[in-house]
């Protein structure tokens, strides 16, 4: 393991910094959403939660490189559709399962929280994956072969076996080769 330099460091320390100052801002929103409408102090609890999980994300993505870009349906299907399904459930009372996902007066239950936070963290995640490093050259993009291992000791293997003499037989040849090696209760079933 690579061990992170000064800026690195540097920058782990601030993420951490962020989260916790975040979670300290969090608890004084809670408590103003208190003496909101339930529904209203509901939506800006679960904004909060996903906002946490937002940044849950950016600090723990934390590399060199450039950010791989790219579409990931299953994170989309398997994180981010049924956390969204969840947090409106917990707010429009005619959908299905809101007795389960519902708060009491305008509070978040713990499922709809933590679906609130996997929205935030899934959401980015969908569309990135990580940090690739760039290589000294990078019109060069054939991958480095390596040497050696299994491969090199089934070519020496194949190479130290003797060859097998290939000869090319005649269509009579091969019948008479295959009558020869014929089953003799064959022969005595045909006559």
């Known amino acids: 393991m690579k061990k992170p ?28 959403t208190a003496n ?11 904004c909060i939660y996903a906002v946490f999980g937002l940044l849950v994300f950016y600090a723990t993505r934390v590399g060199d490189g450039k950010p791989v870009k790219r579409f990931s349906p299953v994170t ?16 429009a009372k005619f959908m299905p399962l809101n007795n389960i996902f519902a708060g009491s007066g305008g ?16 959401i980015p995640y969908t569309f ?3 940090f690739e490093l760039a290589g000294e050259n990078e019109e060069d993009t054939t991958p480095e072969v390596l040497e050696g291992g ?10 130290a076996e003797e060859p097998v003499e290939v000869t090319e037989e005649t269509p009579e040849e ?18």
Do not use: R, W
Not at 76 to 91: E, K
Not at 113 to 121: E, K, T
Not at 150 to 159: F, H, K, N, Q, Y
């Open 107 to 122: 509070t978040v239950s713990i499922i709809t929280a933590l679906a609130a936070i996997a929205f935030g963290y899934g």
């Open 5 to 32: 330099n000064k800026k690195e460091t540097v920058n782990l320390f601030f993420s951490a910094f962020l989260i916790l100052a975040f979670i300290v801002c969090a608890h004084f929103f809670t408590q103003f």
């Open 174 to 191: 091969t019948l008479e080769a295959a009558e020869e090696t014929a089953d003799p209760v064959e022969e005595a079933t045909e006559e």
């Open 76 to 91: 989309l299907i398997v994180m981010v559709l049924p956390s969204l399904y969840i947090m409106v459930a917990s707010v």
């Open 150 to 159: 299994v491969e090199a000791d089934i070519l020496e293997s194949e190479s």
């Open 36 to 46: 909101l409408d339930a529904t209203l102090g509901t939506v800006i609890n679960i």
């Open 128 to 130: 990135f994956s990580g």
